[in-house]
């Protein structure tokens, strides 16, 4: 495909930055969003609003999403005016959000009875670096599929990864996502601890920095335990939904994991705790206050 019509829902801090990037880059977009004033920035770039995604898919070559959820994404796909009402025998369909790998395979076979192909290709990075074009993608789907569409995600990422059949990339950004948020949990916990033991956090960061335990989620939860800067764009919610999405999908698979069980039950503490919006370094501030 050269230059495709891109069909864009989801407008959001991840997901406006990809649209403007594209519309640098020459793509002509039709997009849709509950969030006007997001949509009226698009537009005013030339993008062109469509009132329902059946509508957007009918005029589109590649439909993308960046939802929050896979309920969502199936509203959006099965609703009477939805995407699979109106997209076109040959498009494709991205999904870049974090979905159900179970959930994600079921719209691929409905979407391969019309003739439709479909990639998931969930993001790694943050929106900045979806503005310049510099995202990590995860994609998985039919290799004849994900060549077609490369060429789109080239431009809006640095690193394209090909992971195999549909769902292996919402797999795999599943089981990155429990080890970054268990991280971020057990390192927001440690600098908690310390506050709470006079030990100096500066200090302790010092040491755990020049050792094995460095990494760049230390670096986010440093800035805010020690700084107060929270510039982590991941909110306790989102990560509180991608947690409960890997329990499920490890039950699926006949398992469980008890760490993960753990870093969801904070999540979900603090997100009832009503921090859902904070960004997830900022859980320390339930740690810190936490009695038994």
């Known amino acids: 495909m050269t230059k495709p019509v891109i069909g864009f829902i989801g407008l959001g801090l991840m997901g406006g930055n990809m649209v403007e990037c594209l519309q640098n880059n020459g793509f002509n977009l039709v997009v849709m969003d509950l969030n006007k004033e997001a949509v009226a920035t698009a537009v005013a770039r030339g993008a062109t609003e469509a009132t329902s995604p059946a509508e957007l898919a009918a005029a589109s070559d590649i439909v993308m999403l960046c939802l929050t959820t896979s309920a969502v994404v199936e509203k959006l796909v099965y609703a009477d005016n939805g995407i699979l009402a109106g997209i076109r025998e040959g498009a494709v369909l991205i999904d870049f959000g974090t979905s159900i790998p179970a959930s994600t395979r079921k719209i691929g076979a409905d979407l391969a009875g019309k003739s439709v192909g479909m990639v998931d290709a969930p993001l790694g990075r943050t929106p900045a670096h979806a503005k310049d074009g510099l995202l990590n993608i995860m994609a998985a789907g039919d290799k004849t599929t994900f060549s077609r569409v490369k060429p789109v995600l080239d431009v809006l990422g640095e690193n394209i990864f090909y992971l195999g059949a549909l769902g292996a990339g919402h797999t795999t950004k599943l089981i990155n996502n429990f080890m970054g948020m268990t991280t971020v949990c057990t390192m927001a916990q440690a600098f908690a601890v310390a506050e709470r033991a006079g030990v100096d956090c500066q200090q302790l960061f010092d ?53 993960a069980e753990g870093t969801s039950s904070n999540l979900q503490a603090a997100f009832e705790a009503g921090m859902g919006d904070k960004n997830v370094p900022e859980i320390f501030d339930y740690f810190l206050k936490l009695e038994k």
């Open 207 to 259: 040491i755990m920095a020049s050792g094995p335990s460095s990494s760049p989620f230390m670096q986010f939860c440093k800035k805010y335990a020690v700084d107060g800067i929270s510039d982590l764009g991941f909110s306790i919610a989102n990560a509180n939904k991608d947690l409960k999405y890997f329990l499920s999908m490890v039950e699926d698979l006949g398992s469980r994991t008890r760490i």
